[in-house]
């Protein structure tokens, strides 16, 4: 009997050990891996993820590595005719969809005049037509601001 408790008293002092040991392992693994500092200040994260508004080729890289930036440092220069041609294409659909609200809005007109001949849900269809490309309009209209805004800062900065 006194050998069996010998016996469960080193298993016990053993695994109690064993359980201390993965304890402090694991809150130094937590403390040098997971949670990095200095004197100066905690680390918050060890590489950070810049991206542009809009996709592109850089075209010139401003920084270099371990180089301290600053908010609104020129970081990289993305390529200046996709910003363009990206405008080209805006400017395209706001013409088109200008073209498209005219007439619909010269067939509602034509509708509203030809009064009993055309039926109410033809009024109506127009009507909706010509409010459904206006919206696209108003959207066309800001997706082309924006490509203008973008296009002339055509880089990426830090902030």
Known sequence: MVARLKLAGRVLVTLSVLALALVGARRLWIHYNLEPWTRDGRVRADIAQVSPD???LVTEVRVTNNQVVNKDDV?????????????????????????????????????????????????????????????????????????????????????
């Open 54 to 56: 809009v996709s592109g």
């Open 75 to 159: 970081l990289f220069v993305l390529d200046r005719p996709r910003f363009e041609l990206a405008l080209h294409q805006a400017e395209a659909s706001v013409a088109a969809i200008a073209v498209a609200l005219a007439q619909a809005r010269r067939e509602n007109e034509r509708n509203r005049n030809l009064k009993d001949l055309a039926t109410t849900e033809q009024v109506e269809e127009g009507q909706s037509k010509v409010d459904q490309l206006i919206a696209q309009l108003n959207s066309a209209r800001a997706a082309g601001c924006r490509e203008a805004q973008l296009g002339s800062h055509h880089h990426s900065g830090a902030g």
